[in-house]
C-alpha cells in the first residue's frame, strides 16, 4: 500500500470484478484489490487525485474506474487496465469531488455526478466533453448507464431522478416516487424488458419499467430498511 493508517476508517466504496475473483476496495489515495479465494492482497492502484467515492468494473471486468478527488477542491475520474494496473484515462474537472460514475458497456462513454449538480459525459476515445446536462437541484448521489448503453439513470440527494439518452444529452423520463436521496441503483435486462431498481434514504426500494410513461414507470416498492 503506497499510504498506511495508524487507525482504520471507512470504505466509501467497493466493487467486484464480474468475471474474476477480484475485489477493490477504496482506501486514502489508493485501491486496494483483494483475491476473493484466498482474500490475499492481489495489488495496489495508487490514486493521488484523492479518496475515491466510486469503484465500478467495466461489464467485460477489464477495467477498472475510479472516481473521486478532494471535497471542495477537485473531482477526477481514472480508469484503469485491471491486468497492468496501468491507467487507461482520465477524465473530469470538477471543483469538488466525483461521487458518481459510470463507464458504459461498449467502453466509449464516462458518465460522472457530484455535489456541481452537473451531469457530464466524455468520449472514451480522446477524453473529450460530449455533453454538459443541468437538470438536477441537489447533489448527484448515483448513477449508471443501462446494460446496452442506450440509457442513462442519474439521481440526487432530494430523490431526483432522471432517464437521459446519452448519446443526444436529452432526458427521456423524469421518475417521481422517492421523498429522500438515492444512494444506489441498478439496472436489469430480462425477457424483453428494461427495469431499474433504486434504493433510498427514505427506506424504500424502487423498481421501474423503461417501457412505461413516468407517471406509471413504478410498477413495485417496498420497505427494504
Do not use: C
Not at 470538477?94 to 457530464?120: F, H, N
Not at 440526487?156 to 416516487?177: C, K
Amino acid at each position: 500500500p503506497v499510504l498506511r493508517t495508524s487507525t482504520t476508517t471507512t470504505v466509501n466504496t467497493i466493487a467486484t470484478s464480474p468475471w474474476a475473483p477480484l475485489t477493490a476496495i477504496a482506501g486514502q489515495k489508493q485501491i486496494l484489490l483483494y483475491n476473493t479465494k484466498s482474500l490475499e492482497l492481489a495489488g495496489v492502484l495508487p490514486f493521488p487525485e484523492g479518496e475515491p467515492q466510486i469503484l465500478k468494473f467495466s461489464r467485460n471486468g477489464s477495467l477498472l474506474l475510479a472516481g473521486g478527488g478532494h471535497s471542495a477542491a477537485q473531482g477526477k475520474v481514472v480508469v484503469f487496465n485491471v491486468t497492468t494496473g496501468e491507467r487507461v484515462i482520465t477524465v473530469g474537472d470538477e471543483l469538488d469531488t466525483v461521487l458518481a460514475a459510470d463507464i458504459s458497456a461498449d467502453q466509449t462513454k464516462i458518465a460522472l455526478g457530484g455535489p456541481g449538480k452537473m451531469i457530464r459525459i466524455y468520449s472514451t476515445s480522446d477524453g473529450s466533453l460530449q455533453h454538459e446536462i443541468k437538470k438536477h437541484t441537489d447533489w448527484i448521489y448515483s448513477l449508471e448507464f443501462s446494460p446496452d448503453g442506450v440509457l442513462l439513470a442519474t439521481a440526487d440527494r432530494v430523490g431526483g431522478l432522471h432517464i437521459w439518452d446519452p448519446y443526444t444529452g436529452r432526458n427521456f423520463l423524469t421518475l417521481p416516487g422517492h421523498k429522500e436521496a438515492i444512494t444506489s441503483m441498478s439496472w436489469v435486462s430480462a425477457a424483453n424488458t428494461l427495469l431499474l431498481a433504486t434504493g433510498s434514504e427514505d427506506g424504500k426500494v424502487a423498481i421501474w419499467d423503461m417501457s412505461k410513461p413516468s407517471e406509471q414507470a413504478q410498477i413495485k416498492n417496498f420497505n427494504a430498511h
